[in-house]
């Protein structure tokens, strides 16, 4: 079974610090995502990544970073959070599979600045 | 671009009623089409896909037809379970987007009531 993990499930964090997701993947896809979750608005995309030290701009990708030194691991980074980045992180990995991509989801982030 | 729209939730059933959520793209080439589904407190899971028009993708009595002429990928149960109770997501995904990114409707949360 494909396993995307991401570091923890609730955050809380002050508006102007930093702070770090960190999402791991164990089956060696090349593709990993950034999203965040939000009432009405579905998912939206941060960022993507399509090899080792490669990224993509998504749809929202205004206030954060990502980084990827390794295959297995995609970090996404709020330089300086704000209340408006309170929200449900989803990270994914995808893989080639009958006729399509297929993303596979780790838990999510929930992340609260106050 | 390219854009995903799902009927509003919330949807209240009861017991082995039956299940229709609609879904409608807008695509400028020859997307897949994904049904994905999140439980309380979960990631998302892949429910079912199509890959091209009139497939049916289907799985765990979900069903769902790639309808190019109507842009349509309604969702569809016989007879729903309390254990369906979840937030669904219609999505699709261009071919041309390196690694399968994809692009959400704003989920429709079905509640199932004994």
């Known amino acids: 079974d494909v396993k995307v993990t991401q570091s923890s499930r609730y955050l809380v964090k002050r508006t102007g610090e930093k702070v770090f997701l960190e999402c791991v993947q164990d089956m060696d896809h090349e593709n990993m995502f950034w999203y965040r979750q939000d009432p009405g608005l579905g998912l939206r995309l941060i960022y993507f990544?399509?090899?080792?030290?490669?990224?993509e701009k998504g749809d929202i990708p205004e206030g954060y970073s990502v980084s990827r030194e390794k295959k297995e691991r995609f970090s996404l980074i709020l330089e300086s959070a704000s209340t408006n980045q309170t929200s449900m992180y989803l990270c994914?990995?995808?893989?080639?599979?009958?006729?399509?991509?297929?993303?596979?989801f780790g838990p999510g982030t929930r992340l609260t600045v106050t | 671009g390219d854009s995903v729209t799902q009927m509003e939730g919330p949807v209240t059933l009861s017991e082995e009623a039956f299940l229709t959520i609609n879904c409608t793209y807008t695509a400028t080439g020859y997307p897949s089409l994904f049904w994905y589904v999140q439980y309380p407190g979960e990631g998302l899971q892949l429910l079912l896909k199509a890959t091209k028009a009139d497939d049916k993708g289907s799985n765990k009595g979900f069903e769902a037809t790639y309808r190019k002429e109507t842009t349509s990928f309604h969702l569809e149960k016989g007879s729903v379970q309390v254990s369906d109770s979840a937030v669904y997501f219609c999505a699709l995904s261009d071919f041309r987007n390196q690694g399968g990114k994809l692009i959400f409707g704003q989920g429709t949360e079905l509640s199932v009531k004994p």
């Open positions: 990544s399509y090899d080792v030290k490669m990224k």
């Open positions: 994914a990995s995808s893989l080639w599979a009958g006729g399509s991509y297929e993303q596979y």
